[in-house]
T-cell receptor
Framework: LAKTTQPISMDSYEGQEVNITCSHNNIATNDYITWYQQFPSQGPRFIIQGYKTKVTNEVASLFIPADRKSSTLSLPRVSLSDTAVYYCLVGPQGGKLIFGQGTELSVKP | NAGVTQTPKFQVLKTGQSMTLQCAQDMNHEYMSWYRQDPGMGLRLIHYSVGAGITDQGEVPNGYNVSRSTTEDFPLRLLSAAPSQTSVYFC???FGTGDGYTFGSGTRLTVV
């Protein structure tokens, strides 16, 4: 399974756009890129998933370059409630999914 | 839909005791997984299942057993609890499509 590397922590201010980049150099042809959000004392929550190019939903955008060796989660205009840990996963859509260390995002007023 | 239901929410065990953590989902998801999360750490995969009757090991399977006799249920058994198994356990399920996994609210287990 492809290993992912993402920053351990990031700081931002309310109203800013936040971009979290994840590296996955060994991504396989049938792997998808999925991002989860986790608040303290809660289970992770699915944010977005993509295979290539750009995916957008009501919460975030996911940018994937042509070589798929990295991806960027973009959170528009963050608020204090976006303070959480964000995990980048690479793997099949179902089955064996391995979490990495995640990025702890802190949004300040 | 209740989603993914985990019981109990809290449990204290003595070393050597056995118990079963329950996980049930009502979304007809084929894929189910168990994770543990230690304080300040990421999630580690214990076991997973791609359908009824099919299970496989994850990253940290030792000391745990699973079975998947129905699509809805995926219980996790601790055979002989050890203090190192003190953790928060999360169960998750998925269709295996672009909607990702749905996680339960977790079971906080303390082994003394």
């Amino acid at each position: 399974l492809a290993k992912t590397t993402q920053p351990i922590s990031m700081d931002s201010y309310e109203g800013q756009e936040v971009n979290i980049t994840c590296s996955h150099n060994n991504i396989a042809t049938n792997d998808y890129i999925t991002w989860y959000q986790q608040f303290p004392s809660q289970g992770p929550r699915f944010i977005i998933q993509g295979y290539k190019t750009k995916v957008t939903n009501e919460v975030a955008s996911l940018f994937i370059p042509a070589d798929r060796k990295s991806s960027t989660l973009s959170l528009p205009r963050v608020s204090l409630s976006d303070t959480a840990v964000y995990y980048c996963l690479v793997g099949p859509q179902g089955g064996k999914l391995i979490f990495g260390q995640g990025t702890e995002l802190s949004v300040k007023p | 839909n209740a989603g993914v239901t985990q019981t109990p929410k809290f449990q204290v065990l003595k070393t050597g005791q056995s118990m079963t953590l329950q996980c049930a989902q009502d979304m007809n998801h084929e894929y189910m997984s168990w994770y543990r999360q230690d304080p300040g750490m990421g999630l580690r995969l214990i076991h997973y299942s791609v359908g009824a009757g099919i299970t496989d090991q994850g990253e940290v399977p030792n000391g745990y057993n699973v079975s998947r006799s129905t699509t809805e249920d995926f219980p996790l058994r601790l055979l002989s609890a050890a203090p190192s198994q003190t953790s928060v356990y999360f169960c998750a399920s998925s269709f295996g499509t672009g909607d990702g996994y749905t996680f339960g609210s977790g079971t906080r287990l303390t082994v003394v």
